[in-house]
């Protein structure tokens, strides 16, 4: 069942039932190398400050949402957006920040039915709250691109030490 999180305790509890089973292995394969290693407090520090901030003000932009999916008390998998306004379109935008299992990437059947139901009901909101653009990053060195999962990009930027960290995809709402 998909709850969503809209207090600092129950953001806590998810937190630790994401982040506990998060292994240091697990964080450092999700990790861009280019960019640096995910950081558990750096995480949990954003989301509760953007969630403090969202319960105060309401759902003017910027604001998050944060939902879990929860079987027998406990959450297995969730999500967390942001919503803001583009600064060069002026576009309302909602931004994936966070997806998380258990401490590990959704491998089974089960575990990826729970991403897309998550997905679903993140765009089912973002429509239903005036929202024009859901907007979703992947990492190409985990996320499969193509049937041989092989991205291979030669430009100014890749010969000059750049690396591609992230596919960034958008999807007009309106």
Known sequence: MIKEITSLQKLEEVCEDWMSSSSE???????????????KESVRSFLSLMLK????????????KIWSYEELGSSVGGCCFVA??????????????????????AESLKEKKIMLKLLKNAEIYAKNSGLDVL???????????????????????????????QLTYAKKLK
Do not use: A
């Not at 292995?25 to 950081?39: D, E, V």
């Not at 901030?53 to 604001?63: A, C, M, Q, R, V």
């Not at 190409?140 to 100014?156: M, R």
């Open 84 to 105: 803001e306004k583009d600064p060069l379109t002026g576009l309302k935008i909602f931004q994936e920040f966070m997806w998380q299992t258990k401490g590990s990437l």
């Open 53 to 64: 901030d969202t319960i105060s003000k309401g759902e003017i932009l910027p604001y998050i």
């Open 135 to 165: 907007v979703l990053g992947r990492d190409p060195s985990f996320h499969k691109i193509n049937k041989d999962n092989e991205l291979h990009i030669e430009n100014y930027y890749t010969r000059n030490n750049f690396s591609v960290c």
């Open 25 to 39: 292995k697990h964080l450092s394969s999700i990790s861009p190398p280019s960019i640096g290693r995910f950081n």
